[in-house]
């Protein structure tokens, strides 16, 4: 029998438009023993039934799992996985002939299931729980993903030690739950990339910007491309097949810039018109003498809260001043922001006085997003997370 968690009267708008969230302001009674990561039953203040979810301390209190009455169970779980992989399969992403092997399997509440993310790089499937419920049915979700993959995934790691909300040292932070892997090269679009997911960012690779660098390799023919925030170098190794007369790839982290040489390495041997610089960001740009005629900004989330909002725009504002007034006259810029509490008009507003302050005319030639295998629950508009835009700057 699960335990009860009341809301307060008028506070159950949110849930009755399907928001996968319920805030702990919300809350009117609940037992004292609810344990954390515990599976809890809502009702409203007539005691009605609304739903069924992980209990969380915090300010997200309630991670919805189901609106109405289930068992939470191994079938519960083989339903929702399932219908996420054969998504992906829809997708052209799970098949043997397909010109990659890195996708996003589960991507938390677009595919209702708050709380976890999966990332599959070849037979390896990387398993991140953003909640303590989570955490506690990681082995049943990891058999899961053997029986449902049909052999397709081999491996299950773990990896939430950065996500985990309230970490405590009994914990298993990372490691293999079943099978085991020592090849760590994935691909993507016939790319090869080297995946750190014991020490890499997120899962070890950022799957979301997939199409976003083939894009990116369709316009780099002919440029000088500067790469910031590089990471492991993904946008660099596409400019690299894509034409681009020069690449250079800049990130304040060492590792970062060891990863994406392995990764140029893997794919274009030693190859002359590539270079890597470890420098902070706005330093390069104020020192480079190398003039460059595509740019991409793809930096950390620099608001992780609403509380940091402010300082994010004008850290984006300044970012792509810095940007916009050093390209050459018909350059282009990808832009992105991944901060959550960032909407896209924010996002636009803030290049927008970017470019009013350099007093150079700019043109918006794509607008960017997340891809198909990172979906959107309609009902849960945070979802929407990756913004970008593709400038032309004369």
């Known amino acids: 029998m ?6 307060l009267k008028g506070k159950t708008d949110s849930i009755k438009r399907f928001h996968p969230w319920i805030f702990s302001g919300a809350i009117s009674r609940m037992s004292t023993d609810i344990k954390e990561g515990e599976l809890v039953q809502v009702v409203d203040a007539e005691g009605k039934f609304l739903a069924i979810g992980h209990f969380q301390h915090g300010s997200i209190a309630i991670r919805i799992l189901s609106f109405t009455p289930c068992e939470i169970n191994d079938e519960f779980w083989r339903q929702r996985l399932g219908e996420a992989w054969r998504l992906r399969e829809a997708l052209g992403l799970t098949a043997q002939d397909a010109p990659g092997n890195i996708f996003r399997l589960i991507h938390g509440e677009g595919d209702r299931l708050p709380g976890l993310v999966i990332d599959v790089y070849g037979e390896t499937a990387v398993m991140q729980a953003h909640s303590y419920g989570m955490h506690l049915v990681r082995n049943t979700i990891a058999d899961v993903l053997l029986q449902i993959s049909g052999g397709r995934i081999k491996n299950v790691y773990y990896k939430s ?7 405590e040292e009994q914990l298993q932070k990372y490691g293999f739950l079943r099978g085991s892997c020592e090849d760590n090269i994935a691909v993507e679009n016939g790319l090869k990339f080297h995946i750190d997911w014991l020490r890499g960012q997120k899962t070890g690779f950022f799957v979301d910007q997939r199409e976003n660098r083939r894009l990116l ?6 440029r000088r491309v500067l790469n910031m925030f590089c990471y492991t170098g993904g946008f660099s190794v596409y400019a690299l097949r894509g034409g681009a ?15 994406t040489n392995i990764n140029v390495n893997l ?20 020192h480079t003498k190398t003039s460059y005629d595509l740019v991409i900004l793809d930096p950390p989330a620099f608001a992780k809260h609403k509380s940091a909002l402010h300082n994010a725009l004008k850290g984006y504002t300044r970012l792509n001043a810095a940007a916009i007034s050093r390209i050459e006259p018909g350059g282009i810029i990808f832009t992105f922001s991944c901060s959550q509490a960032v909407s896209k008009e924010q996002f636009r ?6 470019a009013a ?8 030639l794509y607008q960017l997003h997340q891809p198909a295998d ?21």
């Open 349 to 354: 507003l803030a290049i927008f006085t970017a």
């Open 267 to 286: 794919n274009f041997p030693d190859a002359p018109h590539h270079e890597a610089f470890a420098e902070d960001a706005f330093r390069f740009l104020e």
């Open 357 to 364: 302050q350099c007093g150079r005319h700019v043109r918006i």
């Open 245 to 259: 007369t020069l690449v250079h790839s800049v990130d304040s982290s060492a590792k970062a810039i060891d990863l």
């Open 217 to 222: 390799e369709q316009l780099a023919k002919g």
């Open 2 to 7: 699960l335990k009860t968690i009341q809301l």
């Open 374 to 394: 990172h979906p959107i629950n309609i009902f849960h508009p945070e979802g929407e997370y990756l913004k970008g835009l593709v400038l032309q700057v004369e």
């Open 161 to 167: 030690e950065t996500t985990l909300p309230h970490p």
